[in-house]
C-alpha cells in the first residue's frame, strides 16, 4: 500500500497534483491545510484559534496538528498522500511513531521543487471552491468566477497575500526545508521539478510512484 508524503513550497503545486493523484492510484488526500481551513469555517473556538495563526501564515503547534490528523488517518484503510505535513522535524518523528502504531509506512517521499520567484503569482492567481476545494490559476483583475466542477462559489485563502507569502516562506525556509534533511536519506526520498506544466508534473509523480510499487 502506498502511503506518501508530498512536500513543496507555498504554491508548489501539492493540492494540483494530490487531486491528480488520488484519482489515478485510488489513494486518500489528506491536505493538513485544508483540515484546518475546514475547522476555521465551521466557527468553533478552536477554528478561531486556528485562524489567528494560520492567516498570518505561521504553523499550528505540533501537538495539535498531530492529533488531528491521527484521528484521520485512522478512518481510512485506503494508501494516503500527506500533503503538507509533516512540516517540521518533530511532526516527521511523530508520523513514524504513528505509522508503525498502526501497522502503516511511508513508502514514498516526493518533494515537488519550484522557483522561489515563481511562488508569489501562482498564489494571488489561486482561487479556491468553498464547496469542493477544486483550485484554480485565474487571472487576478477579472470578477470571481463559479467553480466549473459544482457551480461552487471561489474564493482567495485569508493566507494568500503576497506579504503572507513572503512570511510563508520564510516559515516554510526555517521550519520545513530541515523535514526535507530527515528524509534525503532515508531511500524513498525524491525530487519532481515543479516548474512544468501540471501534466508534466504529474508525469514524473507517475513514474516515481509505478516504480516504487514494482
Ligand atoms: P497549506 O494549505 O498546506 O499551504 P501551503 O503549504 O503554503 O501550500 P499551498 O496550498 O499554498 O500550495 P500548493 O502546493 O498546494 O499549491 P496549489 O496546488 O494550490 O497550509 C496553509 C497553512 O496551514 C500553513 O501556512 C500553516 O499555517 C497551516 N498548516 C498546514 N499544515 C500544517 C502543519 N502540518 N503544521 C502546522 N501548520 C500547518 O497551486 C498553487 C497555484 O498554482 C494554483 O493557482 C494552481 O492552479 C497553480 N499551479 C499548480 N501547479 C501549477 C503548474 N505546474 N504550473 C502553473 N501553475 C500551477
Ligand atoms: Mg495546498
Redesign the pocket.
Known amino acids: 500500500m502506498m502511503n506518501i508524503v508530498l512536500m513543496?513550497c507555498?504554491?508548489?503545486?501539492?493540492?494540483?497534483?494530490s487531486a491528480k493523484m488520488q484519482e489515478k492510484f485510488h489513494l486518500y488526500h489528506i491536505?493538513?491545510?485544508?483540515v484546518?481551513r475546514a475547522e476555521i469555517s465551521k466557527g468553533t473556538e478552536l477554528g478561531k484559534e486556528i485562524a489567528g495563526?494560520?492567516n498570518k501564515?505561521?504553523?499550528?503547534p505540533?501537538s495539535l496538528?498531530i492529533s488531528m490528523l491521527e484521528n484521520i488517518v485512522k478512518g481510512t484503510d485506503k494508501g494516503i498522500i500527506f500533503?503538507?505535513?509533516?512540516?517540521?522535524v518533530a511532526?516527521a518523528q511523530a508520523l513514524d511513531d504513528m505509522m508503525k502504531r498502526l501497522n502503516r509506512k511511508i513508502t514514498q517521499v516526493i518533494m515537488?521543487t519550484l522557483p522561489e520567484e515563481e511562488i508569489i503569482s501562482?498564489?494571488t492567481?489561486?482561487r479556491q471552491c468553498k464547496k469542493c476545494g477544486e483550485?484554480?490559476?485565474v487571472d487576478p483583475s477579472a470578477p470571481m468566477q463559479t467553480c466549473k466542477a459544482c457551480g461552487g462559489e471561489l474564493y482567495t485563502r485569508a493566507?494568500d497575500t503576497a506579504e503572507r507569502v513572503k512570511h510563508?516562506i520564510e516559515?516554510y525556509h526555517q521550519e520545513t526545508l530541515p523535514v526535507k534533511d530527515y528524509y534525503q536519506n532515508s531511500g524513498v526520498y525524491k525530487e519532481v521539478d515543479?516548474h512544468?506544466?501540471?501534466d508534466q508534473?504529474f508525469a514524473e509523480i507517475s513514474k516515481v510512484l509505478e516504480e516504487g510499487a514494482k
Not at 10 to 17: L, S
Not at 31 to 34: I, K
Not at 57 to 60: A, E, I, R, W, Y
Open positions: 513543496g507555498p504554491g508548489a503545486g501539492k493540492g494540483t497534483q491536505s493538513t491545510g485544508d484546518l495563526i494560520i501564515g505561521n504553523l499550528v505540533d496538528m500533503d503538507g505535513f509533516p512540516r517540521t511532526q515537488i501562482r498564489i492567481s489561486r483550485i484554480y490559476h493566507d510563508r516559515v515543479g512544468q506544466t501540471p508534473v
